[in-house]
Nanobody
Framework: QVQLAESGGGLVQTGGSLRLSCAASGGTFSTYTMGWFCQAPGKEREFVALITGSAGYRSYADSVKGRFTISRDNAKNTVYLQIDNLRPEDTAVYYC???????????????WGQGTRVTVSS
């Protein structure tokens, strides 16, 4: 099973930017569709973005379109989440996960990282 490790979170001011990274080990990274999720305090974990193995398809939650960009470097076994124009409501723990498709719906397929915390101050 692939192991995932997120990094890049921190405390930033409103309007700032962060680039989160998720490094994978084990398995063949380029074959995995990868997703980012976030979990705000007191809320359930929710989908943010995904990217297929070849980066030929990307999908975003409506709430982050235009500010979040998912990308990957298969040579480095890493998927990234660029977050621009950060808002206090972006405060959350961000997780990466492997994804699988069934019935036309993408779902996490079981491998999660430990998360990286993003805190946006107003």
């Amino acid at each position: 099973q692939v192991q995932l490790a997120e990094s890049g979170g921190g405390l930033v001011q409103t309007g700032g930017s962060l680039r989160l990274s998720c490094a994978a080990s084990g398995g063949t990274f380029s074959t995995y569709t990868m997703g980012w999720f976030c979990q705000a305090p007191g809320k359930e974990r929710e989908f943010v973005a995904l990217i297929t193995g070849s980066a030929g398809y990307r999908s975003y939650a409506d709430s982050v379109k235009g500010r979040f960009t998912i990308s990957r470097d298969n040579a480095k076994n890493t998927v990234y989440l660029q977050i621009d124009n950060l808002r206090p409501e972006d405060t959350a723990v961000y997780y990466c996960a492997t994804m699988s498709s069934g019935g036309g719906v993408w779902r996490p397929s079981g491998s999660w990282g430990q998360g990286t915390r993003v805190t946006v101050s107003s």
